[in-house]
């Protein structure tokens, strides 16, 4: 936080641009945009960026950066530019081709094993953890007790070990 009291940054709307702004709220847009276009609204109706940042429970900076962005590129800067982050250095078909090996393929895999097998197959380099990872967010590997081994090995166990 700063300790000098500079000029208030402070944005003036026409009525369309207030409206227009008021109806993203209904739109099928990011809710980013939406918080970003009412970060806009509440200031041109008098909100200090100290208000409106307690409000949203963001970094003053934040606020500011909003602001700003709206004076200089209007209302396409309330959006993100594409092409943000490093991008996947795997295809759709790549984790499909796993996926239907660990469904028809009588053997079990381990992550590295996967690893290794999409890099000798299909030259994709991914490391096993990140393999795990993209894996367990498409629900492919986890809780399903067909898809790591053909049977419960815990229930195999003998039951006359049970303590009463």
């Not at 970060?39 to 970094?59: P, Q, S």
Request: hydrophobic share 30%.
């Amino acid at each position: 936080m700063t300790d000098y009291m500079g000029a208030r940054l402070r944005v003036f709307l026409t009525r369309e641009q207030d409206r227009t702004l008021l109806n993203l709220r209904t739109e099928e847009v990011p809710q980013k945009v939406k918080d970003r276009a009412e970060v806009i609204r509440l200031n041109a109706h008098g909100w200090y960026v100290e208000k409106i940042a307690a409000h949203f429970n963001w970094d003053q900076q934040t606020v500011r950066d909003v602001l700003h962005k709206w004076r200089k590129q209007g209302l396409e800067g309330l959006w993100e530019l594409p092409g943000r982050g490093l991008k996947p250095k795997w295809k759709e078909e790549d984790i499909v081709f796993l996926e239907e090996c660990l469904r028809i393929e009588p053997r079990t895999y381990n992550s590295s094993q996967l690893s290794e097998k999409l890099n000798t197959e299909r030259n994709v380099q991914l490391s096993p953890d990140r393999l795990r990872r993209v894996l367990k967010k498409r629900g492919s590997i986890g809780n399903g007790q067909e898809k790591a081994t053909k049977e419960n090995k815990t229930r195999s166990q003998k039951r006359g070990n049970k303590q009463t």
